[in-house]
Nanobody, 127 residues
Framework: QVQLVESGGGLVQAGDSLRLSCAAS????????MAWFRQAPGKGRDFVAT????????AYADFVKGRFAISRDNANDMVYLLMHSLQPEDTAIYSC????????????????????WGQGTQVTVSS
């Protein structure tokens, strides 16, 4: 079982950068594929980025490529999402998710692929 707690959200201006953090508390041993999703007001939850259990492979949604970077620090059970050139359309609640890692695939881009979720952190980008 994994508990996830996100932090780092806030109100920024268009063009600014922000780093989100996700602290994982594992009650059972094992490795996890991690991901970030986001949900804008009135919309469904969208995949943002994923990273394999060892940090060796990453994948991104088309709309964030080149602007966002996902990374992880397994020694401290942390996952990060560094976001650059933020735009108003990036306004959403950003949530961290985890699934037990059985492979090195980065194809887990659906919310139904993930077992554990954090509460989310609000990111608001003003124009």
């Amino acid at each position: 079982q994994v508990q996830l707690v996100e932090s780092g959200g806030g109100l920024v201006q268009a063009g600014d950068s922000l780093r989100l953090s996700c602290a994982a508390s594992k009650r059972s041993p094992g490795s996890y594929t991690m991901a970030w999703f986001r949900q804008a007001p009135g919309k469904g939850r969208d995949f943002v980025a994923t990273v394999t259990w060892n940090g060796g492979r990453t994948a991104y949604a088309d709309f964030v490529k080149g602007r966002f970077a996902i990374s992880r620090d397994n020694a401290n059970d942390m996952v990060y999402l560094l976001m650059h050139s933020l735009q108003p359309e990036d306004t959403a609640i950003y949530s961290c998710a985890a699934r037990p890692a059985g492979d090195m695939s980065t194809s887990y881009t659906s919310s139904s692929d993930y077992t554990y979720w954090g509460q989310g952190t609000q990111v608001t980008v003003s124009s």
